[in-house]
T-cell receptor, first 115, second 114 residues
């Protein structure tokens, strides 16, 4: 079945540091890929998405490129802020007529940015 | 604010009881999804409805059921509750039924079974 693997946290960084969170996937067909962010005590917010190979999703300084050859969708940000402290989830949606388009999530990576 | 609303925000109940969680999707969204988030299982897909019809089932226990009403709001019913059912339950919605459509999540209902 479909699966998503992302690096375990916590990842602790200083403000203005470079952030990378690795994400790899296994899926049938051609999935769409997503990054969601969960701030403490809140629901999941869509951060960015990519729907086909070589697409780059970007939002709020975060970027991720859909790499079909390495089945990866790594999240990057050039200069993190304290407000980026959260849990980040990589997810895929592989639409199958018989199975809808559920999201399959990775385990989440907690990021802590210190001033 | 995603536009997806969930009630109640918190629910505390005893083992063996039954509860109902409610979700209103974003205006215009036809698909509703339910997910469970727990420390040991992570985020797990439970069930999807599209325009009132069940579309897909995931790791949903037989004690759990859901439905989507004509006004597109959805309810998740959890019965014969066990301690292990304590979790955060999220509802999400999307405009249609396709893999490229992003899902927007509500704030969740935190269920505590004592």
């Amino acid at each position: 079945g479909d699966s998503v693997t992302q690096m375990e946290g916590p990842v602790t960084l200083s403000e203005e540091a470079f952030l990378t969170i690795n994400c790899t996937y296994t899926a049938t067909g051609y999935p769409s890929l997503f990054w969601y962010v969960q701030y403490p005590g809140e629901g999941l917010q869509l951060l960015l998405k990519a729907t086909k190979a070589d697409d780059k999703g970007s939002n709020k300084g975060f970027e991720a490129t859909y790499r079909k050859e390495t089945t990866s969708f790594h999240l990057e940000k050039g200069s993190v802020q304290v407000s980026d402290s959260a849990v980040y989830f990589c997810a895929l949606s592989a639409f199958l007529k018989a199975a809808g388009n559920k999201l399959t999530f990775g385990g989440g990576t907690r990021v802590l940015v210190k001033p | 604010d995603s536009g997806v609303t969930q009630t109640p925000k918190h629910l505390i109940t005893a083992t063996g009881q039954r509860v109902t969680l409610r979700c209103s999707p974003r205006s215009g969204d036809l698909s509703v999804y339910w997910y469970q988030q727990s420390l040991d299982q992570g985020l797990q897909f439970l069930i999807q409805y599209y325009n009132g019809e069940e579309r897909a089932k995931g790791n949903i226990l037989e004690r759990f059921s859901a439905q989507q009403f004509p006004d597109l709001h959805s309810e998740l019913n959890l019965s014969s509750l066990e301690l292990g059912d304590s979790a955060l339950y999220f509802c999400a919605s999307s405009v249609a039924d396709g893999g490229s459509y992003e899902q927007y999540f509500g704030p969740g209902t935190r269920l505590t079974v004592t």
